[in-house]
């Protein structure tokens, strides 16, 4: 129960900072609907490469691509509000109190979620407005948002390490812009990898990133692939539960260095 109700209040406490400075959330769109918008028309004629092998126009094959980079980007950051913590002394005032641990961690990652699921729904608005359709209905969105979930979990517990270990701005944006553009790309966010080299094949099967987006692209599909789907669900699963753990051992490295 203790570990509940930090959680919920430590949430709160991030919701309401987001709430006075909502624009945040516009500018969190931008890129992403600038993708969307502008490579679902620049390469809309991809889909009749041969080989290609999707059903429907580019734009739907892109949107869920486009959905998990957004929840990438943005969770890749979240140990930013950590920094901010740091240097205004409240993170210490929290480790020397009987604050949990693991609610510290878990709070972000809920807040977090929370963004990214508003965020990904404004997305596939916007995409529908734009002509995609999508034939897995209510349930394929429902699948398409527990992937970003469990997504946002991975790299916000991951971010979160990082700023425990290196405590600074630049290190903490270096790593995560190092890190995830090169997850964006060796997947099958914006091509198909089957028009990819071999090595890039081979290196998506073990890219968390493209686990989330098979996930997303074929609970959207006509005929989902409920097996691939929940392999892949599992997977995350599991990376989320170990990088939130390694995320809470960070505390100890932070609480000795300070």
Do not use: C
Not at 114 to 143: C, D, K, N, T, Y
Request: glycine letters at 6%; proline letters at 3%; aromatic letters at 12%.
């Amino acid at each position: 129960m203790t570990f509940l109700s930090h959680t919920a209040f430590l949430t709160g406490r991030q919701l309401r900072a987001f709430w006075r400075m909502p624009a945040f959330l516009v500018m969190n769109l931008i890129q992403p609907v600038i993708w969307l918008l502008l490579f679902g028309q620049l390469f809309k004629s991809v889909i009749e490469i041969p080989g290609f092998g999707a059903a429907g126009t580019y734009l739907e094959f892109l949107t869920p691509g486009i959905v998990m980079m957004m929840a990438l980007f943005g969770s890749a950051w979240a140990g930013t509000v950590y920094i901010q913590d740091m240097d205004r002394g409240v993170m210490d005032r929290f480790l020397t109190s009987p604050t949990s641990r693991g609610a510290l961690i878990v709070s972000t990652i809920v807040y977090q979620g929370i963004l990214a699921v508003v965020q990904s729904l404004l997305v596939l608005l916007i995409a529908w407005l734009a002509g995609a359709r999508f034939s897995g209905g209510v349930l394929g969105v429902v699948v398409l948002l527990v992937a970003v979930v469990l997504l946002t979990a991975v790299f916000a517990a991951f971010s979160n390490a990082i700023a425990l270990l290196a405590r600074q701005q630049t290190a903490l944006i270096g790593i995560s812009q190092l890190i995830s553009f090169p997850l964006m790309f060796l997947s099958s966010a914006i091509m198909n990898t089957a028009l990819s080299p071999q090595w890039v094949q081979d290196v998506a099967r073990y890219n968390p990133f493209e686990w989330a987006v098979i996930v997303g692209r074929s609970a959207l599909s006509e005929a989902p692939d409920w097996a691939s789907i929940w392999l892949h669900l599992g997977l995350l699963a599991a990376l989320a539960v170990v990088m939130a753990w390694l995320a809470t051992r960070a505390f100890r490295s932070y609480q000795r260095s300070a």
